[in-house]
């Protein structure tokens, strides 16, 4: 056997091994790498959210999968603009029609990669790995609305609080995966509360 035919025998040997055995038992150990869904990652339970959500993780996962630009650096329309859109988690104006449109061949190991990763920042614990701090800044991505790159979001919220010290027509609310965990009555406290900043 030739050299270059070793390499390529080493090389499928490899890739083979990251796939994981060739079964589907859902109480087989998690033995791949922590960061990988085949290791400690893939041990996470999925709560909060429901089978629609997982089909909106599902879209801007395919879309993530998709080339935005060419061998020469231009973008490719129309996937640079629903890559774009795609970055506002639950906020994007999408829906499955655009998968339709998209132009080029996705890589398929990478819609799953990137669909755990849309879960884990809808369920606000992106990324979902030991040892990794939380992002903590936060991008808006419509009025009155900012998310963190780990899906935790802060929204301006109507009839937020109203108490006899207090009378606040809207206040802010700190969000994980869809929960109120904190709010207060400006911005400015909830990111105090978390140590949290704006991205300028």
């Known amino acids: 056997m030739s050299d270059s035919e070793n390499q390529m025998e080493m090389f499928t040997s490899i890739i ?6 060739e079964r589907m ?3 087989r150990p998690f033995v791949g790498q922590s960061h990988t869904t085949l ?5 996470m339970q999925i709560v909060g959210m429901r089978a629609r959500d997982l089909m909106d993780c599902y879209i801007r996962a395919v879309i993530f999968s998709y080339p935005v630009t060419d061998e020469n650096g231009k973008d490719i329309q129309p996937n640079r603009g629903f890559h774009d859109e795609a970055k506002k988690g639950q906020y994007a104006l999408l829906n ?5 449109r998209l132009v080029g061949d ?18 606000g ?5 030991p040892g990794r701090d ?8 419509r009025q009155g609305v900012w998310i963190a790159e780990s899906g935790i979001e802060i929204k301006l919220v109507d009839n937020l609080i109203e108490t006899d010290e207090r009378k606040i027509v809207a206040g802010y609310g700190l ?4 929960q109120m965990k904190y709010k207060a009555a400006t911005l400015q406290e909830v990111l105090l509360f978390g140590n949290f900043s704006i991205e300028e």
């Open 16 to 21: 083979s091994s990251l796939a994981g055995p």
């Open 125 to 129: 614990v992106f990324p979902h790995l």
């Open 25 to 27: 038992e859902r109480d």
């Open 96 to 100: 499955s029609n655009c998968l339709y």
């Open 106 to 123: 996705p890589d398929p190991v990478s819609i799953w990669q990137n669909m755990i990763c849309e879960i884990e920042k809808m369920m």
């Open 134 to 141: 939380k992002e903590r800044v936060f991008r808006k991505v």
């Open 39 to 43: 290791g400690q990652r893939g041990s």
């Open 175 to 178: 969000f994980v995966n869809n």
